[in-house]
C-alpha cells in the first residue's frame, strides 16, 4: 500500500499524472481506510483538473481526520478553481448574450 503511495507522490512530482492517479486508486482499492491514499488520489484529481472529483475525496479525508491540513488546502484550492471556472463560464454566457442582443440591432446598457 506505501508502495502505491509513494509511487503515487513520485509519479506526479515528475507530472506523470495518469500514472499518479493510477497508483493512488489502487492505494485506496487495498485499503480504503488509509487516509494518505486518498490524499494521494484527491492530488491527482486536482492536477487533472478534476475539482468537483478531488473536492470529494479531500472532504472524505477531513471525515477522518478534521485537523489534515493538506486536505483542508486542497478542498479550499479545488473550490477556489470551482469558484473561477463558475465566473468564466458565467461571463461566457454574458458576453454571448451581449453578442447576441447588438447581432439584433439592440444596445448593451452601460454602467455609469
Same mark, same amino acid.
Given at each position: 500500500?506505501?508502495?502505491?503511495?509513494?509511487?503515487?507522490?513520485?509519479?506526479?512530482?515528475?507530472?506523470?499524472?495518469?500514472?499518479?492517479?493510477? &497508483?493512488?486508486?489502487?492505494?485506496?482499492?487495498?485499503?480504503?481506510?488509509?487516509?494518505?491514499?486518498?490524499?494521494?488520489?484527491?492530488?491527482?484529481?486536482?492536477?487533472?483538473?478534476?475539482? &468537483? /472529483?478531488?473536492?470529494? *475525496?479531500? /472532504?472524505? *479525508?477531513?471525515?477522518?481526520?478534521? +485537523? +489534515?491540513?493538506?486536505?483542508?488546502?486542497?478542498?479550499?484550492?479545488?473550490?477556489?478553481?470551482?469558484?473561477?471556472?463558475?465566473?468564466?463560464?458565467? /461571463?461566457? @454566457?454574458?458576453?454571448?448574450? &451581449?453578442?447576441? @442582443?447588438?447581432? /439584433?440591432?439592440?444596445?448593451?446598457?452601460?454602467? &455609469?
Amino acid at each position: 500500500i506505501v508502495l502505491y503511495s509513494n509511487r503515487s507522490a513520485a509519479f506526479l512530482a515528475n507530472s506523470e499524472i495518469s500514472k499518479a492517479l493510477k &497508483d493512488a486508486q489502487k492505494c485506496v482499492e487495498l485499503d480504503p481506510g488509509f487516509v494518505k491514499g486518498h490524499s494521494r488520489l484527491a492530488a491527482a484529481l486536482f492536477a487533472l483538473k478534476r475539482y &468537483d /472529483q478531488a473536492k470529494d *475525496v479531500y /472532504q472524505r *479525508v477531513l471525515e477522518s481526520d478534521p +485537523n +489534515n491540513a493538506a486536505a483542508k488546502q486542497g478542498k479550499a484550492a479545488c473550490e477556489k478553481e470551482l469558484d473561477r471556472i463558475a465566473k468564466e463560464q458565467q /461571463q461566457e @454566457r454574458d458576453e454571448a448574450f &451581449d453578442a447576441t @442582443r447588438n447581432s /439584433q440591432g439592440e444596445e448593451t446598457p452601460k454602467a &455609469d
